[in-house]
């Protein structure tokens, strides 16, 4: 068979018209649509003399987004002859944060309420290591089982006991955003020469009240993903692909995202056709970035 990668590589940028940086290639694991990224400049190099990564940033939002930046997003797309390089530059300046944030809170903290309780805590139960993010999901219960116990969605709502367990999981990191609640959604898959996609949510929950007993576990792990990241490259509401994805070790508590069982599920749309799961990682209480 031909080899057509060559033929399909851009030098542009399909959305804004522009130059890309270098070229991109639609066909390696874990891209984002061409025509959704905005803009590829950046790139990182965390350790001196290490691999240097290109943060692709894109124009995907999660679908049950309604901030301001999201909506902004879906209007410069949607704008009869196409969207303007200052319309998503703007959109992607915009706040993530909740219009109307409650008193009190921090930048960092966790805004929002759903299954606030179970979020904002470690589970109790053992840890099970797992070299590979689609053993993990082998491993976790069917959707349909955790939809059969209707776990409730208020802020009280607790760990059922399918989520009282932790895990070590090694993967990549293909793409992170910022949502509303001020959580880092991680879309973390297989090591990208495994053949088969698969990627999972895995989340760095917005910060808890400094008295309980997980929050200096959490927030050493945002911690550590800003150091590496670097504070000004770090999401907002479109989702920043990683290329090459960034090798990462994982520990958390398995959570079920019973508030998406129904309706749009979380995810970039490029990505979510390969990810079978509404488990998460979440939250994530140790993350450990590059080779």
Same mark, same amino acid.
């Given at each position: 068979?031909? $080899?057509?990668?060559?033929?399909?590589?851009?030098?542009?940028?399909?959305?804004?018209?522009?130059?890309?940086?270098?070229?991109?290639?639609?066909?390696?694991?874990?891209?984002?649509?061409?025509?959704?990224?905005? $803009?590829?400049?950046?790139?990182?190099?965390?350790?001196?003399?290490?691999?240097?990564?290109?943060?692709?940033?894109?124009?995907?939002?999660?679908?049950?987004?309604?901030?301001?930046? &999201?909506?902004?997003?879906?209007?410069?797309?949607?704008?009869?002859?196409?969207?303007?390089?200052?319309?998503?530059?703007?959109? $992607?300046?915009?706040?993530?944060?909740?219009?109307?944030?409650?008193?009190?809170?921090?930048?960092?903290?966790?805004?929002?309420?759903?299954?606030?309780?179970?979020?904002?805590?470690?589970?109790?139960?053992?840890?099970?290591?797992? &070299?590979?993010?689609?053993?993990?999901?082998?491993?976790?219960?069917?959707?349909?089982?955790?939809?059969?116990?209707?776990?409730?969605?208020?802020? $009280?709502?607790? =760990?059922?006991?399918?989520?009282? =367990?932790?895990?070590?999981?090694?993967?990549?990191?293909?793409?992170?955003?910022?949502?509303?609640?001020?959580?880092?959604?991680?879309?973390?898959? =297989?090591?990208?020469?495994?053949?088969?996609?698969?990627?999972?949510?895995?989340?760095?929950?917005?910060?808890?009240?400094?008295?309980?007993?997980?929050?200096?576990?959490?927030?050493?792990?945002?911690?550590?993903?800003?150091?590496?990241?670097? &504070?000004?490259?770090?999401?907002?509401?479109?989702?920043?692909?990683?290329?090459?994805?960034?090798?990462?070790?994982?520990?958390?508590?398995?959570?079920?995202?019973?508030?998406?069982?129904?309706?749009?599920?979380?995810?970039?749309?490029?990505?979510?056709? =390969?990810?079978?799961?509404?488990?998460?990682?979440?939250?994530?209480?140790?993350?450990?970035?590059?080779?």
């Amino acid at each position: 068979m031909a $080899d057509v990668s060559s033929k399909i590589v851009t030098q542009r940028l399909a959305l804004t018209g522009v130059p890309a940086s270098a070229p991109l290639n639609p066909l390696l694991p874990g891209m984002p649509a061409v025509d959704s990224i905005h $803009d590829d400049k950046t790139t990182i190099t965390p350790t001196p003399g290490g691999p240097t990564y290109r943060i692709l940033k894109t124009t995907e939002v999660d679908a049950y987004e309604n901030t301001d930046a &999201a909506m902004a997003f879906r209007n410069a797309l949607s704008t009869k002859g196409g969207p303007t390089p200052q319309a998503i530059a703007a959109a $992607d300046q915009l706040p993530v944060a909740k219009k109307k944030p409650a008193p009190g809170l921090g930048p960092d903290d966790f805004a929002g309420n759903d299954r606030k309780v179970a979020k904002l805590s470690i589970a109790s139960g053992p840890s099970k290591t797992f &070299a590979d993010v689609s053993e993990l999901i082998a491993d976790l219960p069917s959707v349909d089982e955790m939809i059969a116990l209707n776990i409730p969605t208020a802020p $009280d709502s607790n =760990r059922v006991a399918q989520e009282n =367990r932790n895990v070590h999981v090694t993967g990549f990191l293909y793409a992170a955003s910022r949502e509303a609640d001020n959580d880092f959604h991680f879309i973390v898959g =297989r090591d990208p020469k495994s053949g088969q996609e698969m990627y999972m949510t895995m989340e760095l929950s917005g910060l808890p009240p400094t008295n309980l007993p997980a929050f200096g576990a959490l927030n050493a792990a945002r911690q550590a993903y800003a150091k590496f990241i670097g &504070a000004a490259n770090l999401p907002g509401a479109g989702y920043h692909y990683y290329q090459p994805p960034i090798p990462v070790q994982i520990d958390g508590s398995v959570f079920f995202d019973a508030t998406h069982s129904s309706g749009s599920r979380p995810g970039p749309q490029s990505l979510k056709s =390969r990810m079978p799961t509404i488990f998460e990682v979440h939250p994530i209480s140790k993350i450990v970035l590059g080779p």
